[in-house]
């Protein structure tokens, strides 16, 4: 089993910016994607960016190219996300994912279903 512990959250004020972090653990080897979520009250979850885990290929949503970064070390087993340029429609509770997508297939690699294990969630909040 994979397990996945977010970090990072809390509040700041639109304009600023914000690193969660993802911590993985367990048999991260049956995974070969990584992502990031938010999901805002009333609203159905975001696929935000994700990452491949055995080579360099980072993918972006539309509603984040630019001001957020996605990045991992590999040494500690983390993901991170680093957030620039909140603005308050980025109040959510953000989630890291873990899953095997089929290269080729699952693509963009940013559908819920594709992901098998999900963190507890982070809450951001962006005051105005």
């Known amino acids: 089993q994979v397990q996945l512990v977010e970090s990072g959250g809390g509040s700041v004020q639109a304009g600023g910016s914000l690193r969660l972090a993802c911590e993985a653990s367990?048999?991260?080897?049956?995974?070969?994607?990584m992502a990031w979520f938010r999901q805002a009250p009333g609203k159905e979850r975001e696929g935000l960016a994700a990452i491949a885990t055995r080579c360099v290929s980072i993918y972006y949503g539309d509603s984040v190219k630019g001001r957020f970064t996605n990045s991992r070390d590999d040494v500690k087993g983390t993901m991170y996300l680093q957030k620039n340029n909140l603005s308050p429609e980025g109040t959510a509770l953000y989630y890291c994912?873990?899953?095997?997508?089929?290269?080729?297939?699952?693509?963009?690699?940013?559908?819920?279903?594709?992901?098998?294990?999900w963190g507890h969630g982070a809450q951001v909040t962006v005051s105005s």
């Open positions: 994912a873990a899953g095997r997508l089929r290269v080729g297939y699952d693509w963009p690699p940013l559908e819920v279903s594709y992901f098998a294990c």
């Open positions: 367990g048999t991260t080897y049956s995974y070969n994607h």
